[in-house]
């Protein structure tokens, strides 16, 4: 069995620390695979915000979160909104309570593309997670290189968390040596 991608251990990182109850974030709602994910980890009485500037995305999003029937989820508080714009959309009681937060770059699976992130927005939001991260929780940060933009964010993602204090937080990189430059990868940041 070969490793696992770099998506299934980002969802891995952050099962062992997401408890019930708790707060996270989506950062790239998509079509709400990690949003359904973290809705189901932090359960009944937990909350989920998940951004997206697209709308179709969150009505994707949306429509995941209501087809699913095993178990109990979260609370998800969609937000039409920039990722950057994160501390203020989530109301100060759960600033430093956030137990996880997931970026997964790049466009929308199945879009035209033309929708993508960049490091303008990226990095201000990942900024932000952190600070509305709980002790020991979780960043994790999928890069995708393999598209126009792609590489230059992903390089501009590493070169920010190589630069943070190691006292504040601790990073970690999965990636494939041997396969294409294109692989996505991921990054991994625990707040001290
Ligand atoms: C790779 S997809 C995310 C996939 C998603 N995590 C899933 O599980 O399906 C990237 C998403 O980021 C969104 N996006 C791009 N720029 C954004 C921004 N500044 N703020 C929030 N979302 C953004 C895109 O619209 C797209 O839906």
Same mark, same amino acid.
Do not use: C
């Given at each position: 069995? *070969?490793?696992? /991608? &770099?998506?299934?251990?980002?969802? #891995?990182?952050?099962?062992? +620390?997401? %408890?019930?109850?708790?707060?996270?974030?989506?950062?790239?709602?998509?079509?709400?695979?990690?949003?359904?994910?973290?809705?189901?980890?932090?359960?009944? #009485? *937990?909350?989920?915000?998940?951004?997206?500037?697209?709308?179709?995305?969150l009505e994707?999003?949306?429509?995941?979160? /209501?087809?699913?029937? !095993?178990?109990?989820?979260?609370?998800v508080?969609?937000?039409? #909104?920039?990722?950057?714009?994160? @501390?203020?959309?989530?109301?100060?009681?759960?600033?430093? +309570?956030? !137990? @996880?937060?997931?970026?997964?770059? %790049?466009?929308?699976? %199945? /879009?035209?593309?033309?929708?993508?992130?960049?490091? &303008?927005?990226?990095?201000?939001?990942?900024?932000?997670?952190? *600070?509305?991260?709980?002790?020991? %929780?979780?960043l994790?940060?999928?890069?995708?290189?393999?598209h126009?933009?792609?590489?230059?964010?992903?390089e501009?993602?590493?070169?920010? !968390?190589?630069?943070?204090?190691?006292?504040? !937080?601790?990073?970690?990189?999965? +990636?494939?040596?041997?396969? &294409?430059?294109?692989?996505?990868?991921?990054?991994?940041?625990?707040?001290?």
């Amino acid at each position: 069995m *070969g490793f696992p /991608s &770099a998506i299934s251990i980002a969802q #891995r990182w952050v099962a062992e +620390r997401l %408890g019930a109850g708790e707060p996270a974030i989506d950062a790239t709602a998509g079509n709400g695979v990690d949003t359904l994910f973290l809705a189901k980890q932090s359960g009944a #009485r *937990g909350t989920i915000y998940a951004f997206d500037i697209q709308a179709v995305a969150l009505e994707q999003t949306q429509e995941r979160i /209501s087809s699913e029937n !095993a178990g109990p989820l979260a609370t998800v508080k969609l937000i039409h #909104r920039s990722h950057d714009g994160m @501390a203020e959309e989530v109301p100060s009681d759960h600033h430093g +309570r956030i !137990a @996880a937060v997931m970026f997964n770059l %790049g466009y929308l699976p %199945g /879009s035209d593309q033309v929708v993508i992130t960049n490091p &303008a927005s990226t990095l201000p939001a990942l900024q932000a997670a952190l *600070g509305l991260l709980r002790k020991n %929780g979780v960043l994790t940060i999928v890069l995708y290189p393999g598209h126009p933009g792609g590489h230059e964010e992903a390089e501009a993602v590493e070169a920010w !968390a190589a630069g943070l204090d190691p006292l504040t !937080a601790e990073t970690l990189l999965y +990636r494939f040596l041997n396969r &294409a430059k294109s692989t996505p990868y991921l990054l991994g940041i625990i707040k001290k």
